[in-house]
Structures are given as C-alpha cells and as structure tokens.
C-alpha cells in the first residue's frame, strides 16, 4: 500500500513500521523509542536479534546527541559524505535501547540520501531501518520489491527505485584504524582523501565476536544455485551485460553494461529477484568484472547470494 508523507509521518507516530524509500536501499523504519515497532521489525524481517539496526537521522546535531564519541576523523567522514551511503558504527550513549544495538557498547548511524526521508525523518526524529527484505533474501530497490517480501498491504513510503542499488558502507574505528565492516555503495578507495589511507576490510575470525553481527549472516540470496565465474557455465539462465554476447539459446537477465558499474548495481537486486519470480533454478553469472571500487562491492554480494556456507 502506497502511503504518502503525513501518512508516514502519522503510523510512525503511533509506533507502526513502514518501509521508507533512501538512495541505496529500501528500509524497514520504526521510531527509536517504539520498543514494540523494533520488535515488530525483528518478527518481520525474522532477523535473529543479535543482528543490530541502523539508527537513521537527518542531522549530524542528532547523532552527537545519541553518540558519546565523535573523534574528528569520524566529522570528516560525515562532512564529506553525509547525507550519503555511509554509515559510521561510533560508541553510543545508553540513551540507545540495547535492543537496537544488540547489547553492543556501539550504533550505528546514518543520514540517508533521498529527499522524500529526510523529510519525513525532520518531522518524525531519529528511526532504525534495516533493509526492507526478508532476512537472507536480496534487498529492496523498489516499493514493488517491498511488497513482494511483505504483503500487497504493507505501508511503504513510495519514493520510486533506488538510485544506487547497494548498501550503504559501513566504517567502524577498531584498533588504532577505521575498517571497512561492510562493502557498500562507496569504495574503500573512496576515503582516501580524508583517511589518508584505503580502510581495510574486516574480516571475520572464527570463535571471535563479530565486529558487525550482520556479516554471519546468508545475504542477498535467491533460491537458485548461482555459478559465478568467468567462463560460461551451462545452466538454465545467463546473468550478465547488455553490450555482451551470449551463447544463443539462454535466456540473459542484464544487468548493465559492464562499463557502467552504478547500473549493474542499480539492478542486482532485481535481478536476483527475477530469479524467484520466474522459479529459476540455476544460473551462470559472467564474473568477467574488475575487483575495484565498486565492483568490489557487487563481487561480495555475489558472493554471499552465491554461498551455501553462512546461513
Ligand atoms: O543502506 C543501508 O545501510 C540500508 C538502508 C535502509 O539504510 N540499511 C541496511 O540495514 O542495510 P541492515 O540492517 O540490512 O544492515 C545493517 C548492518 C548489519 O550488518 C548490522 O550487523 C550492522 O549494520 N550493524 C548495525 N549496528 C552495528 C554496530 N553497532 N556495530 C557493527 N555493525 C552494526
Ligand atoms: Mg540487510
């Protein structure tokens, strides 16, 4: 169901969940004290609760409210890519219910992108919003995508398709440097000019508590079996590029041209999704792609869509 802002505005209010557009993703929002909403997003979404959500705001005012520490490197991030596709995970205050943060001592923050949200989070104050997608299934990029996950009647803020497609980076400050906890709609080589260096990216050790609970998680996954790799590998659907050719015979669902990587991100996920909705069981996707930039990013999401390994 399509809703508009003071509709918005008013189910947040009364501590109702509804899905809001941004320039990576779909979310799922709740107000940041509507303790039943956020449980309401966990038993939506069935995302096991020691996966923490993103604390969304529109000013950067808000966030030192909600944070105890803002190092300076951390307002140099902020002040060249917010409102953008970056969240900073930052040691928080306990004004934050430990809920959101799944017990952690840290938040994660962001200043969403898209004119329609920041509207609405100027009247409705600080929101969480994970991903607007069943736990383990692609993202949102569009309200059709929303509703497919959530029901024809699910309340969703139409702000149109997403203009980048992927999530946001996420940066968190651990050991004396800023890492990358998740890849994301800006490159590592991104922050460069502010760091001074290319943050590199966590990994996950094994028996550790992970830094960024999300990343045990099996992601971005249709149900088809994905073949990634260079060559063609027979099977029942190609994933690959407008300006290539394919063996004849197989359907191709495009996702861009392969010099145009904001394109093939702005369509992964629906791409993925087509997957399910034509009950595709098998396809090769052409991995003949640079490991840079953003690349890397939609790399790693193949990757986990592709895994049979994390759950
Ligand atoms: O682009 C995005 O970031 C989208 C839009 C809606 O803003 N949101 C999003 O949320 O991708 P979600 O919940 O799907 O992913 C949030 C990620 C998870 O991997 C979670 O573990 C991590 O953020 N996260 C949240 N709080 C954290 C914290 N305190 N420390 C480390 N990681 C955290
Ligand atoms: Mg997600």
């Given at each position: 169901m399509r809703i508009d802002i003071p509709e918005a505005v008013s189910l947040l209010k009364n501590g109702e969940v509804v899905a809001i557009p941004s320039e990576t993703v779909y979310g799922l929002a709740a107000g940041l004290y509507r303790e039943e909403a956020v449980d309401k997003i966990f038993k939506l979404k069935n995302r096991p609760l020691n996966n923490p959500l993103i604390i969304h705001t529109d000013s950067l005012e808000e966030i030192e409210l909600l944070s105890c520490d803002f190092p300076k490197e951390a307002r140099d991030l902020a002040e060249a890519f917010?409102?953008?596709?970056l969240t900073l995970v930052l040691p928080c205050k306990?004004?934050?219910?430990?809920k959101i943060r799944a017990g952690l001592p840290t938040a994660a923050f962001r200043i969403p992108n898209h004119p329609l949200t920041l509207k609405l989070l100027k009247s409705v104050g600080p929101v969480v919003a994970p991903s607007?997608?069943?736990?383990?299934?692609p993202s949102a990029t569009t309200p059709e995508h929303v509703e497919e996950d959530f029901g024809e009647n699910f309340p969703v803020l139409d702000g149109?398709?997403?203009?980048?497609?992927l999530e946001s980076t996420i940066l968190g400050y651990h050991e004396g440097s800023w890492e990358v906890y998740r890849l994301g709609a800006?490159?590592?080589?991104?922050f460069f000019d502010i760091l001074g260096y290319i943050p590199g990216v966590l990994k996950l050790k094994k028996g550790e508590n992970p830094l960024?609970?999300?990343?045990?998680y099996r992601h971005y996954a249709p149900k088809a079996h994905l073949a990634l790799s260079e060559e063609f590998v027979p099977c029942q659907v190609i994933i690959g590029y407008s300006n290539r050719k394919y063996p004849e015979g197989y359907e191709v669902l495009h996702l861009g041209h392969s010099d145009n990587p904001i394109e093939v991100s702005q369509n992964l996920y629906s791409v993925l999704r087509k997957l399910d909705q034509q009950n595709i069981d098998s396809a090769w996707v052409?991995?003949?792609?640079?490991?840079?930039?953003i690349w890397s990013t939609i790399i790693e999401r193949l990757q986990k869509a592709a895994s049979t390994e994390i759950k």
């Open positions: 917010w409102p953008g596709p306990d004004n934050i219910p430990e607007a997608n069943l736990s383990g299934r149109g398709a997403c203009i980048r497609g800006i490159p590592a080589e991104a960024c609970p999300g990343q045990l052409d991995m003949r792609i640079p490991n840079e930039g």
